[in-house]
């Protein structure tokens, strides 16, 4: 992720109201990395807990999990539906409303190749690699896209 994709995903963080538990963790966490009492990070404007949480060298996967979802609901609605009007999938503003789809590899491809041409390459693969990784098996046909790639590093 680039530097400004996590403090996107942070701030989300901090904004996703059925996030509490989540938060707390999140505060107990930046107090222990940051040397802070808990009470002074929760005093703290979102901005600036956004700008911690983005800055830990590393979180819990339940907790990158959350932010990840948060960001991709609260940003990046508009290139989810597109993905999945691709290929058939019915959803309600990018969520998928019925059963995980299984969806074919050709259509995968197709589906990657259109929000890629549409969308900044970042947040195409950050959004690709998302689903890959919650769900492997349903989303197993997105493992050779080449919009899963860093488009930085050329690498996953």
Request: charged share 25%; net charge negative.
């Amino acid at each position: 992720m680039t530097a400004e994709q996590r403090l996107r995903a942070a701030r989300s963080f901090w904004l996703d109201e059925q996030a509490g538990d989540d938060q707390l963790q999140a505060v107990l966490l930046i107090a222990k990395q940051r040397k802070f009492r808990p009470k002074s990070v929760v005093a703290l404007d979102v901005e600036r807990k956004a700008k911690h949480l983005a800055t830990l060298p590393t979180l819990p996967d339940l907790l990158a999990a959350r932010a990840l979802v948060a960001h991709h609901l609260a940003d990046q609605r508009a290139m989810m539906a597109a993905f999945l009007d691709a290929f058939g999938v019915a959803h309600e503003d990018g969520l998928i409303q019925d059963q995980a789809p299984k969806p074919e590899v050709a259509k995968v491809q197709e589906a990657a190749a259109l929000i890629g041409e549409r969308y900044p390459a970042e947040d195409v693969s950050l959004y690709l690699n998302t689903l890959l990784c919650q769900d492997p098996q349903t989303w197993v046909a997105l493992g050779d896209v080449p919009q899963r790639q860093d488009p930085v590093a050329g690498v996953v």
